[in-house]
Nanobody, 122 residues
């Protein structure tokens, strides 16, 4: 079984910074990519940033230049460094492990974490 856990959400003031952590654990052979999404009440989940196995990164236009996705030293861990935070960045941030292959299967699946709340006050 694969588990994805996010941490690091908090209440922060306008212009502040936070670093979110996502860790995927279990009998994992490989992960094609990891991504961060965010969601606010009544809205769909919005893709914020992705990083592939090869290290390619992509960002939503709304966060370019302010957010950075990176791999952690620990295996299957990614960070989302968020700087110059704005009230519109408020939401629940979810981590998505994409194309996860476990050590006991040829098939790949996607896994989601439970989310971590980020609140930016004005």
């Amino acid at each position: 079984q694969v588990h994805v856990v996010e941490s690091g959400g908090d209440l922060v003031q306008f212009g502040g910074s936070l670093r979110l952590t996502c860790a995927a654990t279990g009998y994992i052979f490989s992960i094609d990519a990891m991504a961060w999404y965010r969601q606010t009440p009544g809205n769909q989940r919005e893709l914020v940033a992705t990083i592939t196995l090869g290290g390619s990164r992509n960002y939503a236009d709304s966060v370019k230049g302010r957010f950075t996705i990176s791999r952690g030293a620990a295996e299957n861990t990614v960070y989302l460094q968020m700087n110059s935070l704005k009230p519109e960045d408020t939401g629940v941030y979810y981590c998505n492990a994409v194309g996860v292959q476990t050590t006991d299967s040829w098939y790949k699946s996607d896994y989601w974490g439970q989310g971590t709340q980020v609140t930016v006050s004005s």
